[in-house]
């Protein structure tokens, strides 16, 4: 699972990909059903992208909120903006998918 993408308190992207699969959805069934562009689901779960967001949320029968707490203000429950530097961070690439680095 990619447990490092998440911020802490969010759900793994991993876990939401889980959840989907459960429904019988996939992140491209979402943006299919939503009319969103291509990989937007899937960058949601990852980074914060309030369309993509919505529709997963909704799939899931959640609130975003309880699927990306970070996302949100904790006293108010509105939605940050803008969001933390932290909730756009990426997992470190492996050594040998560098191009243009020696091994």
């Not at 309030?50 to 997963?56: D, N, T, V």
């Not at 904790?74 to 690439?93: D, I, V, W």
Request: charged letters at 25%; a positive charge.
């Amino acid at each position: 699972m990619s447990d490092a993408l998440a911020v802490a308190g969010d759900m793994p992207p991993g876990m939401i990909r889980y959840k989907l699969e459960q429904r019988g959805y996939t992140y491209a069934d979402v943006e299919r059903q939503y009319g969103l562009p291509a990989r937007t689901a899937c960058k949601a779960a990852v980074v914060p992208y309030f369309h993509g967001e919505m529709a997963i949320a909704e799939v899931l029968g959640l609130s975003p909120r309880q699927i990306w707490p970070s996302r949100f203000d904790m006293e108010t429950g509105a939605r940050l903006k803008p969001q933390p530097a932290e909730n756009y961070s990426h997992t470190p690439r492996l050594r040998h998918c560098l191009k243009g680095e020696a091994a």
